[in-house]
């Protein structure tokens, strides 16, 4: 049964940093790309990142291009995101989702999230 | 970045009707393009990818269809556990962008 795990999340001041972690199981980790999506307080879906199934391509949206790192330890079948410099429009539940291919794509196993919040 | 357009953003429909939404992206995406359902509190679940192929243990009342800029999310007939979010997503380029999203409520 594939299971993703969140943490990480909590309360952080404008201009600060959190580090989330995704514990997955239940799958060959390496195989498959994964992404980070998050949805803000009664919205919709927003894809903020993807990494390939090796770790060496790495993708962002726009909006978080420069301040978020997303990687991977195969090793311990873990997914991170590095979030610097948070603005209060991060505040989301952030969620990690397996990809069907090795390469970001779709997605058909996701996590429950794990809720960041950003504000002074 | 593509952008993709549902509608219409609410739906109110009896169970046992046939429920219809539309997802229209801002340049062509060919079929790659795939369909999710949220229910509250929960995780999405993907329904359909690249067009219309159900994804895994996905009941046939879902059926999805279109190309390029127009797709369609049909339910044949509405069970009470498909009251919920649908939202499109596109793998055509990166970045990976979602619809807004068609909320289907019971009338």
């Known amino acids: 049964e594939v299971q993703l795990l969140e943490s990480g999340g909590g309360l952080v001041q404008p201009g600060g940093s959190l580090r989330l972690s995704c514990a997955a199981s239940?799958?060959?980790?390496?195989?498959?790309?994964m992404s980070w999506v998050r949805q803000a307080p009664g919205k919709g879906l927003e894809w903020v990142s993807g990494?390939?199934?090796?770790?060496?391509?790495?993708y962002y949206a726009d909006s978080v291009k420069g301040r978020f790192t997303i990687s991977r330890d195969n090793s311990k079948n873990t997914l991170y995101l590095q979030m610097n410099s948070l603005r209060a429009e991060d505040t989301a539940v952030y969620s990690c989702a397996k990809d069907r291919a090795v390469l970001p794509n779709n997605f058909d196993f996701w996590g429950q999230g794990t809720l960041v919040t950003v504000s002074s | 970045e593509i952008v993709l357009t549902q509608s219409p953003a609410t739906l109110s429909l009896s169970p046992g009707e046939r429920a219809t939404l539309s997802c229209r992206a801002s340049?062509?995406?060919?079929?790659?393009l795939a369909w999710y359902q949220q229910m509250p509190g929960q995780a999405p679940r993907l329904l359909i990818y690249d067009a219309s192929n159900r994804a895994t243990g996905i009941p046939a009342r879902f059926s999805g269809s279109g190309s390029e800029t127009d797709f369609t999310l049909t339910i044949s007939s509405l069970e009470p556990e498909d009251f919920a979010v649908y939202y499109c997503?596109?793998?055509?380029?990166?970045?990976?962008?979602f619809g807004g999203g068609t909320k289907v409520e019971i009338k």
């Open positions: 239940g799958f060959t980790f390496s195989s498959y790309a």
């Open positions: 990494i390939s199934g090796g770790g060496a391509s790495t």
């Open positions: 997503q596109q793998r055509s380029s990166r970045p990976l962008t």
């Open positions: 340049q062509s995406v060919s079929s790659y």
